[in-house]
């Protein structure tokens, strides 16, 4: 709001002069990731900034506080709540202002933050009017990717206006090697291989990608402002892969040799209209705001038999709407200079439509006749989700050195999903069946208390203490029974998925602690720890229906989180500008319900971990490298079923420096270049199944050029 755009630029960088003295002094412990951390290593997207920052990792895109996705890390934008469909990985950091990162949770704030929150703050106008330009090309695996960013931001009087824009054509070439068993208990009460299989897949695509996020904002008579905030992202995608497989014992699967073709087109629409008004030193904040993403995808899938005859022939037509409607108010009034007290609420509406048009034709290999066989399966979906909160909070600096907060938020949920029609039919006509509701609700208490204690004879040195309830609601997407299905070689370790419109969410008590020494201005010293007991956790359900293989969310018991956490900055060697940055994070987990050693909540990653050098000279020339580590885990993710991620290893480095009027950027990613592995097994003690799967990893060079006017 206002105030904030007040503030210069470096008070909310990570690395900036203040920042340390900022992060002591919030008392709800937030850590502001700022401009220059966001711009060093050139990236082009989002998560690769955010992987290096304490207690992050990246898996597969989703960004993972504490080793955890899946929505227990809520993903905010400008405080408000993300649209479905977006996608943190595919946001430009040119974007973005600064992301927050908050372990604990707030009052005046959604409680839907298990693991914690990134608050993504996009860029505002601030200061005389200027704009930039940026462009940067990238190669990978024999592939360019260009980009270009163009911003322009000032101020007229008592209006604020900003536009950035990023053009992006990222392509990529992904190969990948897997070997699959298949094994059967034999009379000596061993097991014998029945399968073995060696799958060669390649996949090709191209993403173009256009995102604007326009900003005004007014400043008016009275003490009162207004803004607006929008983002638009527009997208086409295009992908083409092949596989090919060789059998080595057993029986091939049904299409050994076939081909994929996907097109898709996204657009992503938000945008947030606030206003501000000050009674003396009392303050009302009112927000709306309207939210629409929609993805129309067509597929194509070619099955080749192990004779070489044509096969399946699978077309499929997919159509994904959502649309968000929202509004909060806030009113805080000051007790004392050093003590406000806040009410408020927010409600949202969301609803998510869904048809899929499936089409298979050729001759299946129970065809039985010369004539192609015909087979079509329609489906309609539609889930509505309504959200009330209400809360109340209190945040009092008790004396200079103890600050306490105190909250209590109540928030409902209404769950609604319609079947409008499943339809399934063989030959050149379909039957639709009767609407199926499902309607499900809940209610949430969430008390939160924290306190910030600065150690006597200290004025670095201080603890955090923090203890709230928070849950974790089923994703709209998650409730529809929408069936994904395996175009090939359907099994227990590759089953199709189907959401289950009857989840409930996931409710949590949870215990943060942290120390926290400030050595010198830009030195610090953070060690905390953190525990959760989640109730009514959300695991798969494996099963099989008419032979086929079908994994589901379902709510299974309970579990218990831990971990612990150190983030460190200290400059080497100041005179010369050298700094050094590191972090650390374990993580536990165990879920009740599921026996061990392997139980582990939602694939969490037990160790993430970062080492790196950054070192700025007087002439301008800036330089630094950074090693990351992701430590491997094995997850028995259902029944009879357990997954394995292998160790993730990536070095990066880069050098910036001043040149023809601009500013240079190189950097070196992935120079290491090990391959990501990863394994699923299935053993019910009669038969068991294996795939093994290995995706080289190839070195990054990206050259980066930017003029500021």
């Not at 007229?156 to 897997?178: E, F, K, M, S, W």
């Not at 059967?184 to 090709?204: F, K, M």
């Not at 806030?330 to 406000?340: C, E, M, Q, T, V």
Request: net charge positive.
């Amino acid at each position: 709001m206002a105030a904030d755009e007040k503030q210069p630029l470096q008070q909310v960088e990570i690395n900036g002069p203040d920042s340390g003295q900022r992060r002591r002094d919030d008392s709800l412990g937030r850590i502001a990731v700022g401009r220059d951390a966001l711009q060093r290593y050139g990236d082009t997207s989002l998560a690769d900034v955010l992987k290096r920052q304490p207690g992050l990792s990246v898996v597969g895109g989703e960004l993972r506080m504490r080793g955890l996705g899946g929505g227990y890390t809520r993903i905010l934008i400008d405080g408000q709540p993300a649209p479905a469909n977006f996608d943190p990985a595919t946001l430009s950091p040119d974007l973005v202002e600064r992301v927050e990162l908050q372990r604990s949770a707030q009052a005046d704030a959604s409680m839907q933050s298990i693991a914690g929150t990134l608050n993504i703050v996009l860029r505002k106008a601030t200061g005389a009017a200027r704009g930039s330009a940026k462009l940067s090309a990238e190669r990978q695996a024999g592939v360019t990717s260009p980009a270009a960013t163009a911003q322009w931001i000032g101020r007229n009087g008592l209006l604020g206006y900003g536009l950035t824009t990023t053009v992006i054509v990222p392509q990529r070439r992904d190969d990948a090697l897997t070997d699959s068993y298949a094994r059967r208990a034999a009379a000596t009460a061993s097991q014998v291989i029945v399968a073995q299989r060696r799958l060669r897949e390649r996949q090709d695509s191209r993403t173009r990608r256009f995102t604007a996020a326009p900003r005004l904002d007014a400043r008016l008579d009275g003490g009162s402002s207004v803004t607006w905030q929008g983002l638009v992202d527009l997208a086409q995608l295009a992908a083409d892969g092949t596989q090919s497989e060789h059998t080595v014992t057993g029986l091939p699967t049904a299409w050994p040799e076939n081909g994929w073709r996907s097109r898709s087109d996204d657009r992503l629409l938000k945008s947030d209209l606030g206003w501000e008004q000050r009674f003396g030193t009392c303050k009302l904040t009112l927000r709306a705001g309207l939210d629409a993403s929609h993805r129309d995808s067509r597929y194509r899938f070619l099955g080749v038999d192990a004779a070489g005859n044509a096969g399946l022939d699978r077309a499929v037509a997919s159509l994904a709407d959502e649309r968000r409607a929202s509004t909060s108010g806030k009113y805080l009034a000051p007790l004392s200079a050093s003590h406000d007290i806040a009410i408020g609420w927010d409600a949202s509406r969301v609803r998510r439509a869904e048809t899929r048009h499936q089409r298979d034709s050729g001759h299946g290999d129970d065809a039985g006749s010369d004539a192609p066989a015909v087979t079509t399966l329609d489906q309609d979906y539609a889930a509505t989700v309504h959200q009330l909160a209400l809360f109340a909070q209190d945040e009092w600096t008790v004396s200079p050195r103890l600050q306490a907060y105190l909250g209590l938020r109540w928030e409902g949920l209404a769950t609604r999903v319609a079947l409008p029609g499943a339809a399934g039919a063989t030959g050149a006509t379909s039957t639709t069946g009767a609407t199926n509701t499902t309607t499900t609700t809940a209610r949430v208490w969430s008390p939160v208390a924290q306190l910030v204690w600065k150690l006597p004879d200290s004025a670095r040195t201080q603890l955090r203490l923090a203890l709230a309830r928070t849950y974790k609601a089923p994703q709209p997407r998650d409730l529809v029974p929408r069936r994904y299905t395996v175009n090939n070689d359907n099994s227990a370790t590759q089953p199709d998925y189907q959401g289950n419109p009857l989840l409930r969410p996931e409710l949590a008590w949870g215990l943060d602690a942290a120390l926290e020494v400030g050595f010198a201005r830009d030195a610090m010293l953070s060690v905390s720890a953190y525990a959760r007991r989640i109730r009514d956790v959300v695991q798969r359900q494996l099963w099989q229906e008419n032979g086929v293989w079908v994994s589901s969310p379902v709510n299974h018991g309970n579990a218990s989180v831990h971990g612990l956490e150190l983030d460190m900055r200290l400059p080497l060697m100041p005179a010369a500008g050298l700094d050094l940055h590191a972090n650390v994070g374990r993580n536990w987990s165990r879920v009740d319900a599921v026996a061990g050693p392997d139980n582990r909540l939602g694939n969490q990653a037990p160790l993430t971990a970062n080492l790196g050098l950054d070192r700025k000279t007087a002439g301008g020339l800036s330089a630094g490298a950074n090693l990351r580590l992701v430590g491997g885990w094995r997850a028995a993710t259902a029944q009879s079923l357990t997954d394995t991620t292998g160790v993730v290893r990536e070095l990066e480095a880069y050098a910036a420096w001043p040149a023809a009027g601009g500013h240079w950027r190189l950097t070196l990613a992935n120079l290491l270049r090990p391959d990501r592995r990863s394994a699923v097994r299935y053993d019910d003690g009669v038969d068991s199944s294996e795939r093994y799967t290995a995706r080289p990893q190839h070195p990054l060079v990206r050259l980066q050029y930017e003029v500021q006017r």
